[in-house]
């Protein structure tokens, strides 16, 4: 399943998207600021259920040191978070950050990764495997950002659409910021060697017609 994520209007304190599948919208998500804060709130609909996603500490489960939690949300119920974290893998110095997400009882891990000018490709896994892959082009037209989402099952659907969620807010989203029409390029390049081993290019030939 191929998912694209089109970002539609950015405003002073919101921002709205398409979710999309074969040309087809299969849902929208909004996110709405205020000013002072890094923070937003999401309205996400999706397969049929309403998602809410805010700042929060209320579903956290046990262990990891969790940065700028989000609680989630599926038709009023909680159902987990999604958070930031860092893994130290090499030695003491050597470190990198993902996402993580605590689901309906579940653990992923989405791994960012940035390779340039050819943009980020971010693989999710799950129980071990590797199950979507995240793809944002190094690319912003008029501020307005994309995601394409690469997952083998559609039981990952949302939680790798939620993680979509979450990286625009981490990395792009700010309240009270006027919109300006722009051409800019996001290149940046990930070294750390542990985290580079995540990526297999061999994951998207899966998808290949």
Known sequence: ?????????????????????????????????KLGHMEGTWSINYAGSVIKMMYGKKNLPK??????????????????????????????????????????????T?????????????PLFYQGKQVAEIHKPSEVYNELHEYCVYVTEHQHDLVSVLLCCYSYVMGFFKPGEKPTMSVRKISFTDTNKYLLAKYNPEFMLNFRK
Request: aromatic residues 16%.
């Open 63 to 108: 262990g990891d040191k969790p940065f700028r939690p989000y609680d989630i949300y599926v038709d009023d119920r909680a159902m987990g978070t999604v958070y930031q974290t860092d893994v130290k893998e090499g030695g003491l110095f050597s470190k990198y950050s993902v996402h993580k997400v605590y689901f309906n009882g579940e653990y992923y």
């Open 110 to 122: 989405l791994y960012p990764i940035c390779f340039g000018d050819e943009g980020a490709k971010s």
């Open 1 to 33: 399943m191929i998912i694209n994520i089109k970002q539609n209007t950015k405003e002073l304190f919101e921002a709205v998207f398409t979710i999309e599948s074969e040309s087809v919208i299969i849902g929208d998500m909004k996110v709405v600021g």
